[in-house]
Nanobody, 128 residues
Framework: QVQLVESGGGSVQAGGSLRLSCVAS?????????MGWFRQAPGKEREGVAG???????SYADSVKGRFTISQDNAKNTLYLQMNSLKPEDTAMYYC?????????????????????WGQGTQVTVSS
C-alpha cells in the first residue's frame, strides 16, 4: 500500500511561485512508479497537470507548459511540482498520485484512470 501526503500549498498573488511536495511512504520506492500531479477546481473535473514515469520522462498539460516543472528525489521518496508565473486559473486543490504502470508515456501520464494511489490534496489559491 502506498501512502501519499502533499504539502506546500497556499495563497499567492498572480505571477508568484509555489513548490508542492508529496512524500510517499509504505514500503514504497517512487522510482518504481509513475508519479503525477492533478488538480481539481470547484465544479470542475479533476485534471492531469504533470506526470513523470520511472524512466524520467515527463508530460504536462498545455495550460501549464513552460510554467510548471515536475521532479522527484528518489532518495527522499518525494515528488515535487515547481509552479511559476501562477495565474488565478491555477487555483485548485492539487493532488499527488502514483501509478503501477510505471513506464506510461505521453497522454497516459495525465489520465486519472491510470493512477492507483492518491493523496488527500493541498489547496493552491492564486489571487489577481
Amino acid at each position: 500500500q502506498v501512502q501519499l501526503v502533499e504539502s506546500g500549498g497556499g495563497s499567492v498573488q498572480a505571477g508568484g511561485s509555489l513548490r508542492l511536495s508529496c512524500v510517499a511512504s509504505g514500503y514504497t520506492d517512487i522510482g518504481n512508479y509513475m508519479m503525477g500531479w492533478f488538480r481539481q477546481a470547484p465544479g470542475k473535473e479533476r485534471e492531469g497537470v504533470a506526470g513523470i514515469n520511472s524512466d524520467g520522462r515527463t508530460s504536462y498539460a498545455d495550460s501549464v507548459k513552460g510554467r510548471f516543472t515536475i521532479s522527484q528525489d528518489n532518495a527522499k521518496n518525494t515528488l515535487y511540482l515547481q509552479m511559476n508565473s501562477l495565474k488565478p486559473e491555477d487555483t485548485a486543490m492539487y493532488y499527488c498520485a502514483a501509478a503501477g504502470a510505471s513506464r506510461a508515456v505521453g497522454w497516459l501520464q495525465l489520465q486519472r484512470w491510470v493512477y492507483n494511489y492518491w493523496g488527500q490534496g493541498t489547496q493552491v489559491t492564486v489571487s489577481s
